[in-house]
């Protein structure tokens, strides 16, 4: 049986350095042993307010501006949660959530958290760990679990299902998203709010959870962004935090607290820390790893050598005298040994062991931290491997996948499509930088390689959650779409197809870049191969049809009965119908969820975006037009020379669908003047009629 006499270490020659280890995970125990005092006397809410202040303290010290927006994001989450119903202690517990759910970001280095670009995917999987020491951290606090629930699946949100994460999780995604489009950021400046709405719309379903959207919509127009207006707007929560010289003082040990975490996190295969009672006070996710038991599961559990299964070198378990643990505790040194532990096959794998000594001023033992590291040469240079890995599989100019990985995740998503019939399709984008050989010409290759970088940059920035983007090679680039139809994608591709035309490319205003972009979908009985080679092909007819253009191609047997895609507006789902009524005239049905009210709202954002002009507004009927036509009344090139009339009826509400309440609209689309041909017209149509939908359907 272990013992841990009250023994005192042996004096150290210099006094401790104030932020040797073991001061600092001193302090980290110390701001444990106040989580587990708050949590044992049940606090209100079950959330210990004393070290939700403290690690806030910490934050606003660290960086105020991730406090203020912590604060903007818990007083939007709260709205949400109100409109969806969401009881007193349920709110109160998001509310915490949303102020600590940037808390990670306080051990993030300055040249990251204040990079004036978009992060770089080592960059982004360094802040993901700096959250899961965070999260790891609120757990060793004692933290509600429902607050820590939703903080750890606040970081996941947009690449898992929705139905996988907390609803609360989901919530402070979007308020999160909303905030800071709000803001002028370092790498863009401020939306608009129907831009932010058309973006949030757009992402519904894939990103941002459609429900939580409407409830934010609901909550913006009954004046709920009044709460904001305040530049120190807080919480009910935060709002007694101190800052005195003391709070500073613990604020600034706290941040070399994160710091060391995310050290032990990335050096060591796993570690945990006891308290002086050896009670486990932190679990890493190392060592879930590692052990194959959750957090949740050991804190406070009380070790032992049976709990980590350690074996010596012979193979035999430790006896307590040859024991390392009764080693430090007989003698608080710091010790290193080589133990066994099973694999997940119940091998048994050699792992070095860091025992440090966690003292007190007084040179009394506090605690004790066990670090793991894996002497197994594959094991031990996981870090090397993955960043091998990561540098075989990307481009080294734009850092997108190169086609090594566009064909490993094709190859994936295929296996997935073929393995069920119910399975939904997934489409491919070609596209091309239209004459990028002149761009090298004319302005240099480090020029042409910006604008590469750009290029890359923007699609990124445009696809959404889920989808790959990757480099084809020279100004050839995929855009992999999982669960999206051919119309679907098409209509993605003529979205970033305008995206490009419109932005600033190599820091020069007068270099203009335009491309073209084919598309395809895979079909039951199909290989891989089939889809891509279309995608191909119709990138092709594209750039034979005179650039900056989107073709799609289709199998021979379906395209015989299927109009061009440049000619056509495609239908999208049961509340979609359109029809051609006249060489110049294009009618479509819509159905919307989207609450009368909140329609016309919507619709003021489309006039303004567009610049439309407005000439009858009823409540039944409402008349714009867009664009202006030449002298002579004929179209020109560009979509502000080709003017179209809009006519929106409002036809009532269907309830065909149960407690869905939808609006029905016929939209009228007809050209003013003198179309050059019926093809023009018509992706003139496809053009505004996809803007339309962005804002004025929500599903």
């Not at 006094?15 to 302090?27: I, V, Y």
């Not at 393995?419 to 002149?438: L, T």
Request: hydrophobic letters at 40%; glycine letters at 8%; a negative charge.
């Amino acid at each position: 049986m272990l013992t841990s006499p009250d023994i005192e270490a042996p004096p150290r020659s210099t006094a401790p350095h104030p932020m040797d280890s073991s001061r600092l995970l001193l302090a980290l125990t110390s701001l444990v042993r106040e989580g587990v005092a708050e949590r044992g006397a049940s606090t209100e809410e079950g959330v210990p307010l004393g070290v939700l202040r403290r690690l806030l303290a910490a934050l606003h010290y660290r960086d105020p501006l991730t406090l203020h927006h912590s604060r903007r994001v818990a007083l939007i989450a709260l709205g949400i949660a109100e409109r969806l119903g969401w009881e007193e202690h349920e709110l109160y517990v998001l509310e915490a959530a949303a102020l600590l759910h940037d808390i990670g970001k306080i051990g993030v280095p300055d040249h990251i958290l204040y990079k004036p670009a978009r992060l770089s995917p080592d960059e982004a999987d360094l802040i993901g760990i700096h959250h899961f020491t965070g999260v790891g951290l609120l757990q060793a606090c004692r933290m509600d679990r429902t607050t820590i629930q939703i903080v750890s699946d606040s970081y996941a949100a947009g690449t898992s299902e929705h139905s996988e994460l907390h609803q609360g999780a989901r919530i402070l995604t979007v308020a999160d998203a909303f905030d800071s489009m709000s803001r002028d950021q370092v790498y863009r400046k401020r939306m608009s709010r129907e831009q932010i709405f058309r973006e949030l719309i757009g992402q519904s379903g894939k990103r941002f959870d459609r429900n939580v959207v409407s409830a934010l919509q609901r909550w913006v127009e009954t004046d709920g962004l009044n709460v904001l207006r305040d530049e120190d707007c807080g919480s009910s929560i935060d709002a007694a935090v101190p800052v005195d010289s003391s709070t500073v003082g613990e604020a600034h040990t706290l941040c070399h607290v994160f710091s060391y975490l995310y050290l032990l996190e990335t050096l060591y295969d796993g570690f945990y820390i006891l308290n002086n009672d050896l009670k486990h006070i932190v679990w890493s996710r190392g060592a879930e790893t590692l052990f194959r038991r959750p957090a949740r599961d050991v804190l406070g559990e009380t070790w032992s050598r049976r709990s980590v299964g350690w074996v010596n070198p012979d193979g035999k378990p430790y006896i307590d005298e040859t024991c390392p643990m009764q080693r430090l505790l007989d003698s608080p040194r710091a010790g290193c040994v080589n133990v066994q532990l099973p694999d997940e096959a119940g091998k048994l794998q050699t792992y070095e062991l860091l025992l440090l000594p966690i003292l007190d001023d007084r040179h009394k033992l506090q605690g004790i931290a066990h670090c793991y590291r894996a002497l197994d040469e594959s094991r031990r240079r996981k870090g090397e491997f993955r960043e091998l890995k990561l540098a075989a599989t990307r481009d080294a100019l734009t850092s997108l996948p190169n086609r090594k990985e566009l064909d490993n995740f094709m190859t994936k998503l295929y296996g997935q499509f073929a393995k069920s019939e119910d399975s939904a399709p997934f489409s491919v984008i070609f596209c091309d930088i239209d004459r990028f050989k002149s761009v090298n010409d004319a302005y240099s290759h480090v020029v042409g390689d910006q604008v590469l970088v750009d290029f890359a940059r923007i699609l990124q920035d445009e696809v959404y959650s889920g989808e790959l983007v990757a480099r084809y090679g020279g100004e050839e680039f995929v855009v992999i779409c999982p669960e999206t139809d051919l119309e679907h994608a098409e209509r993605r591709a003529e979205r970033l197809r305008r995206t490009i035309a419109a932005s600033l490319f190599g820091g020069d205003q007068k270099l203009k870049v335009t491309a073209s972009f084919g598309v395809s979908q895979i079909l039951r009985g199909e290989h891989v191969d089939d889809v891509i080679r279309r995608a191909d092909e119709a990138l092709f007819d594209a750039k034979k049809g005179g650039r900056n253009r989107t073709a799609r191609r289709m199998p021979a047997s379906e395209a015989a009965s299927a109009a061009p895609a440049a000619a056509s507006v495609p239908e999208q789902s049961s509340d979609f119908a359109a029809r051609i009524t006249g060489n110049n005239e294009v009618t479509v049905y819509l159905k919307t969820a989207v609450a009368a009210d909140i329609l016309v709202y919507k619709l003021s954002g489309f006039i303004e975006e567009t610049k439309a002009s407005l000439g009858k507004a009823t409540k039944e009927e409402v008349e714009l037009t867009i664009g202006k036509s030449s002298l002579f009344g004929g179209w020109g090139n560009t979509s502000d020379r080709q003017p179209i009339r809009i006519q929106v009826f409002f036809l009532g509400e269907d309830r065909s669908r149960g407690a869905a309440v939808r609006q029905e609209m016929r939209v009228v689309f007809s050209a003013v003047g003198k179309p050059k041909s019926t093809e023009q017209f018509q992706m003139r149509v496809s053009e505004v009629l996809d803007l339309f939908r962005g804002y004025c359907v929500a599903d």
